[in-house]
């Protein structure tokens, strides 16, 4: 009988590998990445374009353009797509980040031909009726004057800004005024103009053969075209504190942040480490310190995020007002510890236990290693990336960590924003 009172034996993790997709390039040069892995006859498809809101001339045109391809095409009305996509058990979705406008279809492989026709349909004959746009700009003021009213989510808007500023596309925020101001031509402008920008695609799953040739007959109706080149502004600012002291909430959200680093920059992995031991997971300084000491808050957490043009690092979390100063102060002083003190071994060894476990915790299928080769891909990186961050993690010593500190989150160049 298992003893449960005996932990399992401690292994260290060996020298990471997976897959690598394969690379295709279809006759219109769209290029087609694929995996094909698993136990399940699952195949995922995703599209994904150059043309995310930081392209967009017209504030919220991206976001609208790619919603409205749900919404009908010439020849099907948007509970037609709905029906046929519930038909067949599948989904497929669209969303949009700060670079890139994406499309997904998740399907049974034994479904895949004709959800490969809609998804075609959908991408080629987008009807954008007008009907729809005054549908989802209701529901987009909706979603924003709800977000308005959560101080987290002001903080964070208020925090991107002061950060780029808000002239620049990372720092620009998608107003009532924008939304009331989009119309069905600065969507038709972006479709034609700037949406299939740059495409790949990438398929994941039981990718047979006959799949392959499926889905490589279907894309090659997509048009190809280039990327505009986009000038961003300077984004060059002095770090300062904006403070909104007339919500009259009870709670306080504070984020602290500064700008960092680009994914593809040589410190970007051992930062990642740095950021881990602040406040990127549970046993995190932050967390032990606020939360756990002092109670101050149920979450604090710190990550570091980075897009094509710009990277930042941002500790977020939501205290009672009455504690803000004082957790503002705890920050910057776990921030201090770093710059003057060497971690423990032990402490340093516990973060790279979990960065490593957790990155093994998130190879577990096709759809997920796909994943992380577009983690790679769409930043200009190839699979040496990995191979660099099980290094860096592994041989990363408590004096690199105090040295990255330093040069890094000097405490006169955080942005701080707090809002209650």
């Not at 939304?179 to 299939?196: A, P």
């Not at 979450?299 to 990277?311: C, D, E, N, T």
């Not at 032990?346 to 759809?367: C, I, R, S, W």
């Amino acid at each position: 009988m298992l003893d449960r009172t005996i932990p399992p034996p401690f292994k260290e993790i060996d020298p990471i590998c997976f897959p690598w997709p394969e690379s295709h390039l279809l006759q219109n040069n769209v290029p087609l990445y694929v995996l094909n892995m698993g136990t399940q006859p699952i195949i995922e498809l995703e599209l994904i374009f150059k043309s995310g809101s930081s392209y967009a001339l017209q504030p919220g045109a991206a976001y609208f353009t790619t919603a409205m391809l749900l919404e009908g095409t010439t020849t099907k009305s948007s509970q037609d797509i709905a029906h046929i996509i519930d038909y067949y058990g599948a989904t497929i979705g669209t969303r949009v980040q700060k670079d890139f406008c994406i499309l997904s279809l998740s399907t049974l492989a034994k479904h895949l031909n004709p959800l490969l026709d809609l998804l075609v349909e959908i991408l080629l004959m987008a009807s954008f009726p007008e009907k729809s746009l005054q549908r989802l700009k209701h529901l987009k003021v909706q979603a924003i004057q709800i977000a308005d009213k959560k101080n987290d989510q002001v903080a964070y808007k208020r925090f991107c800004t002061a950060l780029f500023t808000a002239a620049h596309p990372y720092g620009r925020q998608l107003t009532l005024q924008d939304v009331d101001q989009i119309q069905l031509e600065d969507l038709h402008h972006h479709y034609k103009q700037l949406f299939f920008s740059d495409c790949t695609a990438f398929v994941s799953g039981q990718v047979t053969p006959s799949a392959l040739a499926s889905i490589k007959q279907s894309l090659a109706y997509l048009p190809y075209q280039k990327s505009l080149e986009v000038v961003f502004p300077p984004s060059h600012h002095l770090p300062e504190k904006v403070h909104v002291v007339d919500r009259q909430h009870l709670q306080s959200a504070i984020v602290i942040g500064k700008k960092l680093l680009l994914k593809k920059e040589a410190d970007f992995l051992p930062m990642m480490v740095v950021n881990t031991l602040l406040g990127g997971y549970f046993g995190a300084r932050l967390v032990q310190n606020i939360r756990e000491d002092k109670g101050y808050t149920y979450a604090i957490h710190s990550s570091m995020v980075s897009f094509l043009h710009a990277g930042y690092l941002s500790i977020t979390t939501e205290v009672a007002e009455a504690v803000t100063e004082e957790t503002i102060q705890e920050i910057y002083k776990e921030i201090a510890i770093l710059q003057d003190e060497q971690v423990s071994e032990e402490a340093l060894q516990n973060v790279k236990n979990y960065l490593l476990g957790h990155f093994l915790t998130m190879l577990n299928d096709p759809f997920s290693v796909m994943e992380k080769f577009q983690g790679a891909y769409l930043h200009g990186l190839d699979q040496d990336y990995y191979t660099a961050f099980y290094h860096h993690v592994r041989n990363i010593t408590p004096l690199e960590v105090r040295n990255l500190a330093q040069k890094y989150l000097s405490l006169d160049s955080f942005t701080e924003v707090v809002v209650r």
